[in-house]
């Protein structure tokens, strides 16, 4: 069974304050993981999909990264606005690919 | 503006009361999915939908039921609403699930069953 931790539950930044978030992993055989933000009474929003450890992807002040057992979310010199909840998801290699996510990590970035 | 819709986005309503979410996307993707969110638990696949007339349960189908006639909507359905069922629902879709491509979310519809 596909099975994904994320940690810490929350988080708390000063603004400009760099860190990073941690996703850890267990799949029969990863096809994707995908990173997510998600806002207060709004949907999860697509950051980034890596397929292979060693990947990275970046945005803005958003970097990810991925190894074969789990993947991080660094955030550089952070802004209020990037307060959110992230959510790492992975997709096997099963006939059903569905998303298996993690329980998210709340940050919060103060100015 | 491609988007996945959900109505309503807020309900209110009490035990054994039929109810259906509606979803639709306008994107003409082939797998459509249900989630609910719920505090300590995360996001949960109810079901899912590879193409029209092909459904599947996911990991939590017990109470629920849906449909997909058409490509564009897939609608949830809660015969005989419990309270154990008031949570976050999420509809998402995708192209064919034998991609990598992200599933893209509705903003939500918050269930409250009395």
């Known amino acids: 069974e596909d099975q994904v931790t994320q940690s810490p539950e929350a988080l708390r930044l000063q603004e400009g304050e760099s860190s990073s978030l941690n996703c850890s992993y267990t799949?029969?055989?990863?096809?994707?993981l995908f990173w997510y933000r998600q806002d207060p009474g709004k949907g999860p929003e697509f950051l980034f999909t890596?397929?292979?450890a060693g990947e990275e992807k970046e945005k803005e002040r958003l970097k990810a990264t991925l190894t074969k057992k789990e993947s991080f979310l660094h955030i550089t010199a952070p802004k209020p606005e990037d307060s959110a909840t992230y959510l790492c998801?992975?997709?096997?290699?099963?006939?059903?690919?569905?998303?298996?996510f993690g329980k998210g990590i709340t940050l919060s970035v103060r100015p | 503006e491609a988007q996945v819709t959900q109505n309503p986005r807020y309900l209110i309503t009490v035990t054994g009361k039929k109810l259906t979410v509606t979803c639709s996307q306008n994107?003409?993707?082939?797998?459509m999915s249900w989630y609910r969110q719920d505090p300590g638990l995360g996001l949960r696949q109810i079901y899912y939908?590879?193409?029209?007339?092909?459904?599947d349960k996911g990991d939590v189908p017990e109470g629920y039921k849906v449909s997909r006639k058409e490509k564009r909507n897939f609608p949830l359905i809660l015969e005989s609403p419990s309270p154990n069922q008031t949570s976050l629902y999420f509809c998402?879709?995708?192209?064919?699930?034998?991609?990598?491509?992200?599933?893209?979310f509705g903003d939500g519809t918050r269930l409250s069953i009395l």
């Open positions: 998402a879709s995708s192209p064919p699930s034998d991609g990598n491509q992200p599933q893209h």
């Open positions: 799949v029969s055989g990863l096809r994707g």
């Open positions: 890596l397929y292979s």
């Open positions: 998801a992975v997709r096997s290699t099963g006939a059903n690919s569905k998303l298996t």
């Open positions: 994107m003409n993707h082939e797998y």
């Open positions: 939908s590879m193409n029209v007339e092909v459904t």
